[in-house]
């Protein structure tokens, strides 16, 4: 591991002391490794190099709205490739919030989540990404009895 210093003013200094244990790192090294991190993952995303990512898309909207309950349903059934899984929530006798957990090329995973934040009907949408790293692979788990060709997703680091 390598050891960096960094120099803050006092005002700064005591912000980011009260932020580190506000969120509760232990310590301003693991604070500061996440930020970066953070930051680096989003600097990725933004300028398209991060080829894949997973994500979460969080939505809320009208059930009543003409078919869209079904034609939302339909999208997540047409990209079955990039959907791992979705939560529905009833929020009232009109309106639900539901949150698709997402992976895959990180530009079909804009497209996808575009789309359906697009739909007449569709409220407060937004897409939540992390950049990953895609790597397939051939190997044995331990209760596995023969190997299986399947992709890793690792966070990026």
Not at 23 to 34: I, K
Not at 37 to 60: I, M
Not at 123 to 141: S, Y
């Amino acid at each position: 591991m390598e050891r960096v210093t960094i120099s803050l003013d006092d005002e700064l200094a005591s912000e980011f002391d009260g932020y580190t244990q506000t969120h509760g790192y232990g310590n301003r090294s693991e604070a500061v490794r996440d930020l970066i991190r953070q930051r680096l993952g989003s600097l990725a995303l933004e300028g398209g190099e991060a080829p894949y990512c997973v994500g979460s898309l969080t939505y809320t909207y009208n059930h009543s709205e003409r078919e869209l309950a079904s034609r939302l349903t339909r999208q997540q059934h047409d990209h079955h490739d990039l959907v791992l899984s979705s939560v529905h929530t009833h929020l009232d006798h009109e309106h639900c919030f539901e949150t698709v957990m997402l992976r895959g090329p990180t530009q079909a995973v804009r497209r996808f989540a575009e789309a359906v934040m697009a739909e007449t009907g569709v409220h407060h949408g937004r897409l939540h990404l992390v950049a990953v790293d895609a790597q397939r692979g051939e190997h044995r788990h331990d209760d596995d009895a023969e190997a299986g060709d399947h992709l890793h997703t690792p966070p990026r680091i």
